[in-house]
């Protein structure tokens, strides 16, 4: 076990800046400010990477009994079906200590300068392994902008039953919204209903209710209502089944292709506009509930790429955008999609405005162009329920400089993470220069194994 030594550090004196020691608090303040990360499948191992390097990783099959007759055995095949996963996300934070920081003592390093580097790594490991949940949009229970009852639980229950996810391993991440929500059904607050020796309103970990184990995430949020909407509805006596996926409508709403509908609950993506705006047509598979003559169509206005020479697939820098204002933008969390690409992604917390650009959370998928429409999710909480097999987490080293580049590094490994720290001299302007980095690529295994419960 790891423990803290501290000594005075001061202008003359290096012990202040060793990166094994620094690479070992970095790891503890990551361990501590992530939810999601201890409930995802990890894959580690000491062998170097570089950014975009493949690895792979083996997710294993699924063995069936069979009744045995009088004769031999039924050998079945210990098979694992191979999963090549990309190491492009590397995530970094880098800052400068003046003279008159490196006279503080060591703890105080930690504390003013090291603790909130750290923990911003910390934030977007969440946000990431958050954002995968718009890939289980195939199941859900629930309604968006609706609370959260015993009954919608109940529902989840029975979803996460038909979808063969084990019992010992569910997992819900909820929005505090919807933690709030939950927390006013009695189940969740029975003392003999929750066994977590209490913890369950002071911690992030809610407790082991119906089945699951429930926790709140602060990097999963709520998405609210200021994006622009536009109104329409359903315009067909009989209504539509489920499945249905070209709906007439009716209204003064003039939705897009590429933008994102709500319909009593569910969201929907359009891809093609009829007659004017007669009628819409959703992404496959279409309805995933019937809807009936004169529900209301609501769609979350959407804005358009702003770069005339469009983005390469693989992109990962930040895509700039426009279309978007103080009353109309993207926020944390949103759900995004780009014109005809397929892929759903999520919105990573910013330094710049949301209305210009937005870091998403894997490189593009496919190539996009300029003036191609910007799909926002509509309101609500997106709750995550799901296996540890459903995603994968898998990190690797990174190489260290050699000796006689000027600067000190170190790679910490431990509980599935690799942080490099690399220290050095800006010599022009007399800083040091400390850098935390992390390389990793994070996967969907099995879209089956997990669910959302809309709030």
Not at 348 to 366: I, N, Q
Not at 435 to 455: I, P, Q, S
């Amino acid at each position: 076990m790891y423990t803290r030594s501290f000594t005075p550090a001061f202008a003359n004196d290096l012990d202040a800046f060793i990166p094994e020691v620094w690479g070992q608090e970095a790891l503890m303040v990551v361990e501590a400010n992530v939810v999601m990360l201890p409930l995802v499948h990890k894959n580690f191992t000491k062998e170097i990477a570089r950014f975009g390097d493949v690895v792979n990783t083996r997710r294993p099959g699924k063995f069936h009994m069979i009744r045995k007759g009088r004769g031999a055995i039924t050998k079945q095949d210990a098979a694992a079906t191979n999963v090549p996963i990309k190491l492009d996300q590397h995530w970094h934070v880098s800052f400068m200590l003046d003279d008159v920081d490196i006279t503080m003592s060591m703890e105080d390093l930690l504390t003013t300068y090291l603790t909130p580097a750290v923990k911003a790594i910390a934030r977007g490991t969440d946000q990431v392994l958050l954002a995968q949940r718009f890939q289980f949009m195939a199941h859900s229970v629930g309604a968006l902008g609706t609370a959260i009852d015993k009954n919608t639980v109940i529902d989840l229950n029975t979803l996460m039953d038909d979808l063969d996810l084990p019992d010992s391993s569910r997992n819900v991440i909820l929005t505090s919204k919807s933690k709030g929500d939950i927390l006013k059904i009695d189940a969740f607050t029975k003392a003999d209903s929750i066994n977590n020796e209490g913890r369950a309103l002071q911690e992030a970990e809610i407790g082991r209710v119906m089945g699951a184990d429930w926790y709140r995430a602060q990097n999963n949020k709520n998405i609210t209502s200021g994006n622009t909407l536009k109104t329409n509805a359903i315009n067909n006596a009989a209504g539509y089944p489920i499945g249905a996926t070209v709906l007439t409508v009716d209204g003064a709403g003039t939705p897009v292709s590429g933008e994102w509908c709500v319909i009593n609950g569910k969201p929907y993506r359009i891809v093609a506009i009829g007659g004017g705006v007669t009628s819409i047509t959703l992404e496959s598979p279409g309805l995933v509930e019937a809807v009936s003559d004169n529900d209301v169509v609501t769609t979350t206005t959407g804005g358009a790429i702003n770069f005339g020479a469009g983005y390469e697939a693989e992109t990962y820098i930040p895509i700039a955008w426009d279309g978007f204002d103080a009353s109309n933008k993207p926020q944390n969390g949103s759900l995004v999609s780009i014109a005809t690409d397929t892929g759903y992604y999520g919105l990573l917390e910013s330094s710049a405005s949301y209305t210009t650009e937005g870091t998403l959370d894997r490189p593009l998928e496919v190539t996009c162009n300029d003036n191609d429409v910007v799909g926002l999710g509509p309101n609500g909480s997106y709750n995550l329920a799901f296996h540890p097999e459903a995603i994968g987490f898998i990190t690797r080293p990174l190489a260290t400089p050699p000796d006689g580049f000027g600067v000190r590094s170190a790679v910490i490994n431990a509980n599935g993470l690799a942080i490099r720290v690399t220290i050095g001299v800006d010599q022009t302007n007399q800083q040091t220069i400390v850098t935390l980095d992390l390389l990793a690529g994070v996967e969907v295994f099995n879209a089956n194994l997990g669910a959302l419960l809309y709030g």
